[in-house]
């Protein structure tokens, strides 16, 4: 963590963030860490999950409003950093990465999504 100075709090939501292998959100670490701090507040964590993120301490992993698509069978998206915008990529799906992922995890995996982000091609052509 290299955050501007030392704040307890920002140091209590990473180190609770580092012991959990749920990825949980702003909520559930408040949820988490309110008993016992009862200064806590929900904005207090938002801010210092923002601050460690943009410090690349964490992985801010971006689930946004729900989005809907038409197409139904298994395909990849692009998810563009700069308009947001989402679209399909004309990709062959890998059903190995199905198999791999049963190996690795004893989970039973019926299908997987991929997303790739970066620069869709308007936003890499106005920079």
Partial sequence: ??????????????????????????????????PENPTLSLGTVYRNLNL?????AITRMAFPVERYDAK??????FRCMVCGGVYD??????????????LASGHDISRH???????????KQKH
């Fill in 52 to 56: 460690l993120a943009d410090e690349g």
């Fill in 89 to 102: 990529l004309e990709l062959p799906y890998d059903r190995h990465l199905d198999d791999a992922a049963l």
């Fill in 72 to 77: 139904v069978e298994p395909h990849s998206h």
């Fill in 1 to 34: 963590m290299n955050g501007k100075r030392y704040s307890r709090q920002r140091e209590l939501i990473y180190e609770t963030l580092k012991c959990s292998h749920q990825h949980p959100t702003a909520e559930m670490l408040y949820s988490w860490l309110k």
């Fill in 113 to 123: 999504e991929l997303i790739f982000h970066g620069s869709c091609c308007n936003c």
